[in-house]
């Protein structure tokens, strides 16, 4: 019996292709919408916490107050990493690029888990806690390792946030600072089947474990056209510099034909409910510190790049006003994409998660522009 091959349809960049089905995020790019789980993004970021939206993205409900007691307790129990990663990370290179030095220790956690190829949906709901949990002690241990300052361990009486900013800066932070990273978590921790959550589920889908997959993503997420564009936004507005430069240089960029990081969205061609927000929380941290200069710069951009290419449907994306909420906060440039990771991860997880429930490998094809019949000729005479 032959199969008749199914007609096959070239779509660059999968732009108009749905490739899974999930419960977790709906955006509606047209209008500026995004939902987790039915919720509205701005209502979860003014009343939930980074640990209430993951449980709700995983479990596709939100968490009764024992419910979320025992899930918060089996996270903090999973803060500290083991001995040896703790070892690995006092042996890199202080020079790593903190993204290459992430996506190596995402990596090595599995070596330390026993759980790391048990299948059982069991031992991956625990993997997935281990992730989430552990990432934080990770990003703060290599940031302190690199600038020779001592180690400190996670503080598990307290919150994802408040842990990871105590982890980085030896204080505890500000209630202001602590709540202004748990929004940042909470904005950035799912959005649809993004090129890092897809590569995640590529990787889940051929049965490979966790700990594969949450590799495979933070590498995918390191890239300008995704998740790194945070930091590139950070180190434009430093080139800039000053109010009185922007235009010309938005402009030059512009006439170049070059991007401006931070604007654009495959999806998004409305406003990305996600700059909303960080812009006036960006706007509230800039007037609380009375230091308004990279506020004014980033609204001016704004400003120039509607007047220029709005109509085409390109505003602000989430790593505009990310950019300089994250500088707010003290965080160097280059951790600003790691903290992307800390938050996406729950994102990241719970699609793998969903992903083994009906699993189907991932498989698409290329089309092949390449010649045929070609001849091998030896060695010696090519
Ligand atoms: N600045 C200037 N022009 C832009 C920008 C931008 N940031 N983004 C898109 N455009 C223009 C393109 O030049 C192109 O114009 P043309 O049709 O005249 O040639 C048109 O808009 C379409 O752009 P594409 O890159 O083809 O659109 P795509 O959907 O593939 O790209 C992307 C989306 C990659 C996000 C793009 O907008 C971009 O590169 N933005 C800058 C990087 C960035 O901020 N990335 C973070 C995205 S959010 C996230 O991943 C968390």
């Not at 307790?73 to 803060?79: H, P």
């Amino acid at each position: 019996m032959t199969t008749a091959t199914p007609e096959l349809r070239y779509d660059e960049g999968l732009a108009n292709t749905i490739a899974a089905k999930s419960r977790m995020s709906f955006i509606d790019g047209a209008k500026g919408v995004l939902e987790y789980v039915g919720i509205d993004i701005d209502t979860l970021a003014r009343k939930s916490t980074f640990e209430e939206t993951v449980y709700l993205l995983w479990h596709g409900q939100l968490p009764t107050r024992e419910e979320l007691d025992f899930f918060t307790a089996k996270i903090r129990a999973e803060y500290d990493l083991p001995g040896p990663i703790w070892d690995m990370i006092r042996a890199l290179p202080p020079d790593a690029i903190p993204m290459h030095a992430v996506r190596t220790m995402i990596s090595a956690l599995a070596l330390y888990d026993a759980d790391a190829d048990d299948p059982t949906p069991e031992a991956n709901e625990q993997k997935a806690i281990r992730l989430l949990a552990k990432t934080p002690a990770l990003i703060a241990g290599l940031d302190r390792h690199r600038k020779g300052l001592e180690i400190i361990a996670p503080d598990t009486d307290h919150g994802i946030a408040e842990s990871f900013l105590k982890m980085l800066n030896g204080a505890v932070p500000t209630e202001t600072m602590a709540r202004a990273l748990d929004v940042c978590l909470i904005l950035h921790a799912d959005h649809g089947f993004n090129a890092s959550t897809f590569a995640s589920r590529v990787t889940t889908a051929t049965l490979s474990d966790l700990y594969s997959a949450m590799t495979t993503a933070v590498g995918t997420l390191k890239g300008p056209l995704h998740g790194g564009a945070n930091e590139v936004v950070m180190h434009m507005l430093r080139e800039i510099g000053d109010i009185e430069k922007v235009e010309e240089y938005i402009h030059g960029k512009l006439e170049r034909s070059e991007k401006v990081m931070g604007f654009g969205h495959r999806v998004y061609k409305a406003y990305d409910p996600r700059a909303t927000y960080l812009k006036t929380f960006a706007k509230q941290i800039a007037t609380d510190t009375g230091n308004m200069k990279l506020y004014e710069m980033s609204h001016r951009i704004e400003e120039i790049m509607d007047a220029a290419v709005g109509k085409k449907g390109i505003y602000p994306n989430v790593d505009f006003y990310s950019a300089t909420t994250y500088y707010s906060l003290g965080l160097d440039l280059d951790l600003f994409t790691p903290m992307f990771v800390m938050s996406r991860m729950g994102g990241w997880l719970g699609h793998c998660i969903e992903q083994l429930e009906g699993n189907k490998l991932i498989r698409p094809r290329c089309e092949y522009t390449g010649p045929h019949g070609s001849e091998y000729a030896a060695i010696e005479q090519r």
